[in-house]
């Protein structure tokens, strides 16, 4: 999921991906959605801020 979503950002962004608990009983497909969610957020806040 990472390296995908990498691949569609510029380089140097370091990403940090930390499973709660409840990750544990998702799904691969909800996973995915929460990881793409959450690393799309964080980078549109990322190029926000430059």
Known sequence: ???S??????S???VV???LP??????W???ASDFDRAF????SR???ST
Do not use: C, I, N
Not at 5 to 10: T, V
Not at 22 to 27: E, I, L, V, W
Not at 40 to 43: E, L, R, T
């Open 1 to 3: 999921m990472a390296a």
């Open 5 to 10: 979503a990498l691949s569609r950002h510029p």
């Open 12 to 14: 140097g962004l370091a």
């Open 17 to 19: 991906v930390r499973a």
């Open 22 to 27: 409840p990750a544990a009983d998702a799904t």
């Open 29 to 31: 497909s909800q996973l």
């Open 40 to 43: 799309d957020s964080a980078s």
């Open 46 to 48: 990322k190029r926000g």
